[in-house]
């Protein structure tokens, strides 16, 4: 129950934090602050799923030779986002080997990928926050994907997670493991092969909570949503989604006294209950290609967005009926891959995967700022994160532009590195982390 209690406080956090200025919602939100779970980065999106890190101070500024404090080599490919848990980071990897497959793959048809035929390892390491030495790893399988992969992606997509008990690892359709905090494998569950639209492979996160392991299987044929035990890996329930291929992580939040969990979804945004797996409430859907995350504003409300051919942003109200409303709606500018990112009332979101920003009252739907072009970035797939009144925006080619977290746009910086990143920042006390495509670097001021 520990999760349990520790998210039922933070959403009460979150919804008192709307009463801007108050003394009272103040000093709760101050001492909820002081739990154990803030100061971590155990999940996709962060310790409130929603790209804010509410006690990192990281640097403002930072280039190869100023204010990286280690920078180490991470083998294979892999643009999942890492976590962190006190003083270890874990990160995911597919390692390309030379063993060919026996009986390779045969290309689907309808794909436009190609799948390998030689074997790679699927890899989880540890490492140390303060030095990025090595203090374990494990290759969770060593398995020949059965399907190809888009070309800017890899097959260590999806990040893992962690309630600083367990270590839950997911790669998909290669396989769903359970670790200790010590790198010792204690289960893994196979729950077949995903079909993806054009064989652009799989990235969807999933996450846990408390006791279960919730799994997103939104694939172009049979689509799922699963819960394991995180014990022992065994489905709890399944319930069939009637959905093409996603890739968006859902969303847990608490209301009415129970644990709902919310996906995005090209046909329909659906919530269901983390216990049962009833369906709760679902609301027409987003676009094609839904990728981006929901998050939670407030008490009783949902925010989900898309940007495939169309766009659309939908904040939806939920009532002690379980009747969700449109509080309001938004039709243009919304994002392809990076998720939005929620701080306090502001909703920032980018154009597709585009260099231009839009800030949002997540109260009224109404923009502060935007359609905003950020000159100094190209293409965007990393998300956006917030830490210490500042948002983090990284590129594709390596640049991470820091603006005032602000109702009005400020640029603060903008810091280069010498490899491009795929993979969204992580902020932990006064670090920031970034997975370049070859290496992790650890950024602190000197």
Same mark, same amino acid.
């Given at each position: ?5 520790r ?14 200025g ?22 996709w ?9 509410p ?9 190869e030779n ?5 920078k ?19 990160v995911?990897?597919?390692?390309s080997t ?11 048809e309808r ?13 989880v ?10 203090i374990?790893?494990?290759?969770a399988?060593?398995?020949?994907p059965?399907e ?7 097959y260590?997509?999806?990040s893992?997670?962690t ?25 893994s569950?196979d729950?077949?092969?995903m ?24 694939t172009?044929d ?8 995180a ?12 959905e ?16 709902e969990?919310?996906?995005?979804g090209?046909?329909n ?34 925010i ?13 109200d ?10 309001w709606a ?8 990076? #998720? =939005?990112?929620?701080?306090?009332? /502001?909703? !920032?979101? *980018? ?5 231009? &920003?839009?800030?949002?009252? @997540?109260?009224n ?5 935007g ?6 970035l190209?293409?965007l797939?990393a #998300? =956006?994160?917030?830490?210490?009144? /500042?948002? !983090?925006? *990284?590129?594709r080619?390596?640049?991470? &532009?820091?603006?005032?977290? @602000?109702e ?11 490899e491009?990143i ?13 997975r ?9 001021e000197?």
């Open positions: 129950m520990r999760n349990t209690l998210f039922g406080l933070l959403a009460a956090v979150m919804a008192l934090s709307l009463t801007i108050h003394p009272a919602a103040q000093a709760f939100q101050d001492d909820a602050q002081d739990t154990e779970l803030l100061d971590q980065w155990h999940q999106r962060g310790p409130l799923a929603n790209g804010v890190a006690h990192a101070t990281p640097p403002i500024e930072w280039d100023t204010n990286i404090l280690w180490v080599p991470i083998e294979g490919e892999g643009i999942s986002t890492p976590i962190v848990w006190g003083d270890r980071i874990f995911l990897s597919a390692v030379e063993r060919v497959a026996d009986d390779p793959p045969i290309k689907d794909a436009m990928t190609q799948p390998p035929e030689n074997y790679f390892q699927f890899t390491s540890c490492l140390s926050l303060d030095s990025g030495e090595t374990w790893k494990d290759v399988i060593e398995a020949v059965h190809g992969r888009h070309k800017t992606s890899s260590a997509a999806a893992p997670m309630n600083g008990k367990q270590l839950i690892v997911h790669f998909g359709s290669i396989g769903t493991f359970g670790y200790s905090m010590d790198g010792q494998q204690q289960w569950v729950l077949g092969d079909r993806t639209r054009r064989g652009w492979g799989e990235a969807t996160s999933a996450v846990l909570e408390d006791d279960h392991v919730i799994v997103n299987w939104d172009e049979d689509s799922f949503i699963y819960v394991l035990d014990a022992s890996g065994d489905v709890i329930w399944q319930q069939e989604r009637m093409p291929t996603t890739w968006a992580t859902p969303l847990v939040i608490q209301r009415n006294g129970r644990t969990i919310v996906t995005n090209t046909n945004i659906r919530s269901y209950d983390l216990q049962s797996g009833e369906l709760l409430w679902e609301h027409s859907g987003t676009t094609l290609n839904a990728i981006p995350c929901p998050v939670q504003f407030g008490s009783n409300r949902v989900c967005m898309a940007g495939y051919r169309g766009n659309r942003a939908v904040a939806i939920l009532d002690e009926s379980d009747r969700p409303t449109v509080a938004i039709n243009s500018r919304t994002p392809y891959v990076p #998720s =939005p990112l929620l701080s306090e009332n /502001r909703l !920032y979101f *980018t154009q597709a995967n585009q260099a231009i &920003l839009s800030c949002v009252n @997540a109260e739907g109404e923009f502060f700022y359609p905003q072009r950020l000159d100094e190209q293409n797939y #998300s =956006p994160i917030a830490a210490a009144g /500042r948002v !983090y925006i *990284t590129s080619e390596g640049v991470t &532009l820091v603006i005032r977290d @602000a009005s746009f400020e640029v603060l910086a903008t810091n280069a590195l010498g491009g795929d993979a969204s920042p992580v902020a932990v006390g006064s670090k920031l982390l970034l370049g495509r070859d290496h992790l670097y650890c950024v602190e000197n």
